[in-house]
């Protein structure tokens, strides 16, 4: 397994960078575009979660992203240093909401834990760590 790590500032205009890296990444992983897009997509809004509700706005912190690369999958580590923020705890959404019940938010979290095959969050020493796998499809 190769690893290979990424360290910028928590700004909006660095997850472009971050998503081009984690892009490679799954290509080195062997995963499909549509694999590829996924993890682009769930990076995406979990870095703009990071910086938006952790930290509170940009150029407070740094978003350290670690990719784990084999030839079945690809792991990506988000870490950062904001207050705990435990995703599992995130309620998902209503089975068939009513517009009454739509909220604005609080789907990223559900859509992140769709497009990938495992969200994990682990919280320690002041550093919040969001693992994010995706599993190279047997198709591929």
């Known amino acids: 397994m ?3 790590r990424l360290i910028v500032p928590a700004r909006y205009d660095r997850i472009k960078q971050i998503c081009a890296f984690v892009v490679e990444a799954a290509e080195m992983a062997g995963l499909d575009d549509a694999a590829a897009f996924h993890c682009q997509l769930a990076v995406d809004e979990a870095c703009t979660n990071i910086i938006e509700h952790g930290y509170e706005g940009e150029d407070k912190g740094q978003i350290e992203i670690v990719c784990h690369t084999s030839p079945e999958l690809l792991k990506i580590d988000l870490r950062d240093q904001a207050p705990p923020f435990d995703v599992s705890q995130v309620p998902g959404p209503p089975p068939n909401p009513g517009l009454e019940d739509m909220r604005v938010g609080g789907l990223g979290v559900h859509f992140v834990k769709t497009v990938m095959d495992e969200v ?8 919040n760590s969001l693992l994010l796998v995706k599993r190279r499809s047997a198709a591929g």
């Open 120 to 127: 994990v969050y682990t919280h320690e020493n002041g550093t």
């Open 2 to 4: 190769s690893e290979s």
